[in-house]
């Protein structure tokens, strides 16, 4: 894709407070739990080698799942790496595993529980790692916009498509009102299948996702999305605007990669001649149309495992995976879309000492942060799930 200017000026980022990391908590969100457990000193040298006995121990009681953005000293001990619905479908796959510790985020940990058996714990290191795409759609707002979009009589021609990044409530609610869940890799699927049922498409929590989605990949104009701030009355939307959009965003972002800029690709063109700027559908619509390749964490994985010896690429998606593709790929030269340091702070929280205290206090037969989503929730999400696995 070339670089182009365009006249549509894109939307700043939604502001989230931030609870200081493991302190206090909020019930409306998935963030600032504290955690119980007297946790090892990170400085403990004993660390890999007391998870290494703790893993060893549990044997095939355990399955420790890793998403890709997790650091290197937890993804040593992961039994498979992941994006999100992978890992999901992994932890399907273990029936026989008694405990799934989900080293990565709560929403992935509930997508987990719902789609494994009753009787399988899923487990997350670290309470305080949520995701703050997820937590800028709180179901309450969410039924709040609903509600509005049932006065305007327009619900009948809304289907309502969550990205799999949001809480468990919200893909509830999604199952409820007949929609259906999408990846990063199947939106367009997801997008496609929506428009055979209605008209519009709600897109939940993720704006830039859906935008990216529907305009270009599905040919839409940006006029026909509107962006609906859950922290204005009506979304901030006018009725014709909501009467007449094709695609309604939710105003969220994701915190790492809504940080990629114009400036970024910019800049890194100009310092690396040639280079190939390859970034995630979660970054801004200016960055992605400047990108010359777009796509999801695994499409990303394996365009690197492809890439010519001596290429130059500049990623832009969360920096763990992208040094560790640099390392993986010392023929070619992988680097850092930004210049600023750009990890996931909520994925960081599962660290080491995290790890080692979850499974050790597993070995020790006391169970940890199980992360459980109540039945109706997870019936109405499965239904959301189970759509988007039937899609064409
Ligand atoms: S990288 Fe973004 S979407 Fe993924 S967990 Fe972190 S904040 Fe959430």
């Known amino acids: 894709?070339?670089?182009?200017?365009?006249?549509?000026?894109?939307?700043?980022?939604?502001?989230?407070?931030?609870?200081?990391?493991?302190?206090?908590?909020?019930?409306?969100?998935?963030?600032g739990v504290d955690c119980p457990g007297?946790?090892?000193?990170?400085?403990?040298p004993d660390l890999v080698a007391r998870a290494t006995a703790a893993k060893a121990a549990l044997g095939d009681r355990?399955?420790?799942l890793g998403h890709h953005y997790q650091r290197d000293e937890v993804i040593q001990f992961a039994d498979v790496t992941g994006d999100s619905f992978k890992l999901a479908q992994q932890a399907a796959a273990r029936p026989s595993a008694e405990f799934i510790v989900f080293c990565g985020v709560h929403f992935m940990a509930e997508s987990?529980?719902?789609?494994?058996?009753?009787?399988?714990?899923?487990?997350?290191?670290?309470?305080a790692a949520g995701c703050?795409?997820?937590?800028?759609?709180?179901?309450?707002?969410?039924?709040?916009?609903?509600?509005?979009f049932q006065d305007l009589g327009i619900t009948d021609q809304i289907v309502p498509v969550t990205?799999?990044?949001s809480s468990a409530d919200i893909k509830g609610f999604v199952g409820r009102n007949k929609g259906v869940v999408c990846t990063s890799s199947n939106a367009k699927r997801a997008l496609d299948w929506s428009f055979e049922q209605g008209s519009k498409v709600f897109f939940l929590p993720d704006q830039h996702l859906g935008r990216n989605t529907a305009v270009l990949e599905m040919g839409f104009d940006l006029d026909d999305c509107v962006l609906y701030d859950p922290h204005k009355p009506h979304g901030g939307l006018t009725d014709e605007q909501l009467t007449n959009a094709r695609m309604i965003l939710w105003r969220g972002h994701?915190?790492?990669?809504?940080?990629?800029?114009?400036?970024?690709?910019?800049?890194?063109?100009?310092?690396?001649?040639?280079?190939?700027?390859l970034v995630h559908p979660e970054c801004r619509h200016d960055v992605v149309k400047a990108a010359d390749y777009v796509g999801s964490t695994e499409y990303i994985i394996k365009a690197l495992d492809a890439a010519p010896s001596g290429s130059a690429w500049a990623v832009g998606t969360e920096l763990n995976l992208v040094r560790r593709l640099a390392l993986a790929h010392p023929d070619k030269q992988i680097m850092f879309l930004d210049?600023?340091?750009?990890?996931?702070?909520?994925?960081?929280?599962?660290?080491?000492p995290h790890l080692v205290w979850a499974l050790e206090e597993l070995v020790a037969g006391r169970v940890p942060n199980v992360i459980t989503v109540d039945e109706k929730t997870a019936h109405e999400a499965r239904v959301a799930l189970d759509q988007m696995l039937a899609l064409p």
Request: glycine share 4%; aromatic share 6%; charged share 25%.
């Open 62 to 64: 355990v399955f420790v």
């Open 254 to 277: 994701c915190s790492v990669h809504g940080r990629f800029t114009l400036d970024s690709v910019r800049e890194v063109r100009e310092r690396v001649p040639g280079v190939n700027v």
């Open 132 to 148: 703050s795409m997820a937590d800028m759609a709180v179901l309450g707002q969410v039924e709040t916009a609903w509600e509005h």
């Open 163 to 165: 990205y799999m990044n």
């Open 38 to 44: 007297d946790l090892p000193a990170p400085s403990d």
């Open 339 to 352: 210049r600023t340091v750009c990890y996931c702070s909520t994925m960081n929280r599962i660290d080491l």
């Open 1 to 31: 894709m070339a670089d182009v200017t365009s006249t549509w000026t894109e939307p700043s980022n939604t502001p989230l407070s931030l609870l200081l990391l493991g302190k206090g908590t909020d019930p409306a969100s998935e963030r």
């Open 112 to 127: 987990a529980d719902i789609l494994t058996k009753p009787d399988q714990k899923v487990i997350l290191p670290d309470l």
